[in-house]
């Protein structure tokens, strides 16, 4: 079981680590949106009905308006948004910044419950935002000048932010017993958001398939295959057969895999001042992590973007 767990976790740090770089090459020649849409529209219709051939009783129409509600918040305006921004900054950055969200989920749950967070859980908050501002701040912090544009920076912590109220939201909504039916059918009604928005901005009508590059092929059935079924499989698996705490190490790792292949394979900044922010910024995830333990009450469905917003 050890083995298995181990391997499992390989998986999630690698896939969806990875996911970021695949979106990156994927939007070289596909528009964003229309290529999420793809993207989350093959699997959501795989998973939905291996798990209706399985056996899983049919959603009701609650279950389903629960499902848009949450594959709303979290594809369109989580991994839309991010997909939309890895033309504008580097695929590193974007998992830097997305991996915030357990910040903004500390904020969003606070709201929602009308409650203060803890003292720990505040000097997250203030030293992870800190680590953005380095990241993004003033220029003299660095010798080189900022390869950031403001517009993609932006994009990506609004996408952080709804995923984290849709992950709130998820909590009690009412969705399937089956994680992976609810997340088929999140998926589904995220891939519709996401066709709608391509149509109402016109990428239809600038996007040719011939225009499509090998290395974006690749990159949109990497994210297909890897990204949205099999790093889905190995996590919903793992949720049930290993500890949350040891789960949600993900969060840590994948934006640090995310930089380091970025570097690797597209050439990627990775100065001193990102590095540095990287450590604050992850820094105080564990820190709000270890006394919120905000990832064990995420259900599986909450991480269909966890790898981009997945």
Not at 89 to 103: F, M, Q, R
Not at 127 to 138: E, Q, S, T, Y
Not at 154 to 166: E, I, K, P, Q, S
């Amino acid at each position: 079981m050890k083995l298995r767990i181990a391997i499992a976790l390989l998986a999630i740090y690698t896939i969806w680590g990875s996911t970021y770089l695949a979106i990156r090459f994927a939007v070289e020649t596909i528009p964003p949106f229309l290529m999420a849409a793809i993207r989350f529209l093959i699997p959501g219709l795989l998973l939905v009905a291996w798990r209706r051939l399985a056996g899983d009783p049919a959603p009701t129409r609650r279950q389903w308006f629960s499902a848009a509600v949450i594959g709303l918040l979290l594809l369109l305006g989580g991994n839309g948004l991010v997909s939309w921004a890895e033309r504008r900054i580097d695929s590193g950055i974007a998992a830097l910044l997305v991996g915030t969200t357990p910040i903004w989920l500390v904020l969003t749950d606070s709201v929602a419950g009308r409650r203060m967070p803890g003292w720990q859980a505040i000097l997250g908050l203030l030293i992870g935002f800190g680590g953005v501002v380095m990241l993004i701040g003033p220029q003299e912090l660095s010798d080189h000048p900022s390869p950031y544009d403001p517009a993609g920076i932006a994009a990506v912590l609004v996408a952080a932010f709804l995923w984290a109220v849709g992950s709130v939201y998820s909590r009690t909504a009412d969705l399937p017993r089956s994680p992976l039916l609810g997340t088929g059918m999140e998926m589904l009604v995220g891939s519709g958001g996401l066709f709608l928005v391509s149509l109402l901005i016109g990428e239809a009508g600038r996007f040719t398939p011939d225009s499509v590059s090998v290395r974006s092929a690749a990159g949109l059935a990497y994210l297909i295959i890897f990204g949205s079924l099999g790093g889905f499989v190995a996590y919903t698996w793992l949720l049930r057969n290993a500890p949350v705490s040891l789960v949600s190490t993900y969060a840590y790792v994948n934006p640090l895999v995310a930089m380091l292949l970025g570097h690797w394979l597209a050439h990627e900044s990775l100065t001193a001042q990102v590095m540095i922010a990287a450590a604050i910024i992850i820094g105080s995830v564990i820190l709000i992590n270890s006394k919120q333990q905000t990832a064990a009450s995420v259900r599986p469905s909450d991480a269909v973007s966890a790898g981009e917003t997945d």
